[in-house]
Each structure stands twice: as structure tokens, then as C-alpha cells.
């Protein structure tokens, strides 16, 4: 399985981004898929998960903010970042192919990409 992360940047407190996950090697549509973020000296920690069915779940922290999105035809999933916080400066990481059960995400059994620098500052 292969994952590849794209998208991030530097914006301004306030502003978008739109994150891309594309994988190969996989039944993507079968597959539940996350976005995970690691700040400096931080954990990495659960961003957003979309499963086969597309029922999402996100962190409360992205709530209101955040969409997590999937086009299987593309193989792709989607992470529209939109009125970004300083506290949202961190590397973006896609699991692929985790477990979803009992609500929760289970990255283990997934496979990481290399993530991608999201940095918001004024």
C-alpha cells in the first residue's frame, strides 16, 4: 500500500487549506481512512476518520472547521481545513485501511504516509 499526502502550506490565522490523501495497492472503497496531526514535542493524534459507509467522526477540536471527504473513483480522500488556528500548526498524516470499531479508529492495522506541513501564523 502506498499513501501519498499533499496540500499543506503556511496560511494565516483565519484562512483554508484543502489536504489530499491518494493510495494505491488497496480496495480503497472498502477501506476506512484518517487524518491525524503531530505537533512538535506532541502526540499524533486523530484528526478525522471517513469509513467505507462515509460516516465520519472528527476531534472536537475540528468541529465545525474541518470536512473530511472521499472520491473512491480517485482513490482520495479529502481534508478541507478552513478557518485555521495557530494551534492547528502541525505534520498532517493519512492512515489508510485502519479498523473502525465500537467508534473508534484503530491506525495499527493502517498504512502512514509521509504527512505534510500545515504552519499557521500571522
Known amino acids: 500500500v502506498q499513501v501519498v499526502e499533499s496540500g499543506g502550506g503556511s496560511v494565516q490565522p483565519g484562512g483554508s487549506l484543502r489536504l489530499s490523501c491518494a493510495a494505491s495497492g488497496i480496495i480503497f472503497a472498502d477501506n476506512a481512512i484518517a487524518w491525524y496531526h503531530q505537533a512538535p514535542g506532541k502526540q499524533r493524534e486523530l484528526v478525522a476518520v471517513?469509513?467505507?459507509?462515509?460516516?465520519?467522526k472528527y476531534a472536537d477540536s475540528v468541529k465545525g472547521r474541518f470536512t473530511i471527504s472521499r472520491d473512491n473513483a480517485k482513490s482520495t480522500v479529502y481534508l478541507q481545513m478552513n478557518s485555521l488556528k495557530p494551534e492547528d500548526t502541525a505534520v498532517y498524516y493519512c492512515n489508510v485501511g485502519g479498523r473502525y470499531f465500537n467508534e473508534r479508529y484503530d491506525h495499527d492495522f493502517g498504512s502512514w504516509g509521509q504527512g505534510t506541513q500545515v504552519t499557521v501564523s500571522s
Open positions: 471517513i469509513i467505507s459507509s462515509g460516516r465520519k
